[in-house]
């Protein structure tokens, strides 16, 4: 199994400002994933990060509004930037360690935006 | 494409009912199959899995069977406890999309004692 620790757990934050989410797996991994689960909704794949290239990102979401790191092979962090009280939701990291067999899960971080 | 469908929630069942939670799933290929939990505050934990036709995945009293024939995979449960009170996720990972995770809407469930 993957330990994956995010932070911060939960953020209340004002509009237009910016928040980065840091996500710290136990072991190397290839892949990283990045999450959103707005209210009572299922989750929605933002991008995804690999090591020395730039993130993909997903229909709907850009660069500018996501900016996504990934220094090596075991850190990520997401920046929800200028966020609006629409960004309020659950950001969750995710890795993928065995071939799409299983993907571990941060314990996310509830962002709420006034 | 790749989509699963999710039985819609909220569900409410007495503790020691029988729990039924349907998925069916649209995907090219082979894909591998999941069920994961949500407990309140936390993230998601994986639950079940099963990787080809007919696989049954099985934890803490959880059983889903990897149907081919109908694209299924129903979660079930014999017997519910309060503690399962969760919100319950079917997923699935294709290979032929770099082996990417779609999620269903989550279902809901409250054990009432």
């Known amino acids: 199994s993957a330990v994956i620790s995010q932070k911060p757990s939960r953020d209340i934050c004002q509009r237009g400002t910016s928040l980065t989410i840091q996500c710290q797996v136990d072991s190397q991994v290839t892949m990283m994933f990045w999450y959103r689960q707005q209210p009572g909704q299922s989750l929605t794949l933002i991008a995804t990060a690999n090591q020395g290239s730039e993130a993909t990102y997903e229909s709907g979401f850009v660069i500018d509004k996501f900016p996504i790191s990934r220094p090596n092979l075991t850190f990520s962090t997401l920046t929800v930037s200028n966020m609006s009280p629409e960004d309020s939701s659950i950001y969750l990291c995710?890795?993928?360690?065995?071939?799409?067999?299983?993907?571990?899960f941060g314990q996310g971080t509830r962002l709420t935006v006034v | 494409g790749n989509s699963v469908t999710q039985m819609e929630g909220p569900v409410t069942l007495s503790e020691e009912a029988f729990l039924t939670i349907n998925c069916t799933y649209t995907?090219?290929?082979?894909?591998?199959l999941f069920w994961y939990v949500q407990y309140p505050g936390e993230g998601l934990q994986l639950l079940l899995k099963?990787?080809?036709?007919?696989d049954k995945g099985s934890n803490k009293g959880f059983e889903a069977t990897y149907r081919k024939e109908t694209t299924s995979f129903h979660l079930e449960k014999g017997s519910v406890q309060v503690s399962d009170s969760a919100v319950y996720f079917c997923a699935l990972s294709a290979r032929n999309t770099g082996n990417q995770f779609y999620f269903g809407t989550g279902t809901s469930l409250t054990v009432i004692p």
């Open positions: 995907a090219t290929g082979y894909p591998s």
């Open positions: 995710s890795v993928d360690r065995q071939g799409g067999t299983e993907a571990f």
């Open positions: 099963a990787t080809k036709a007919d």
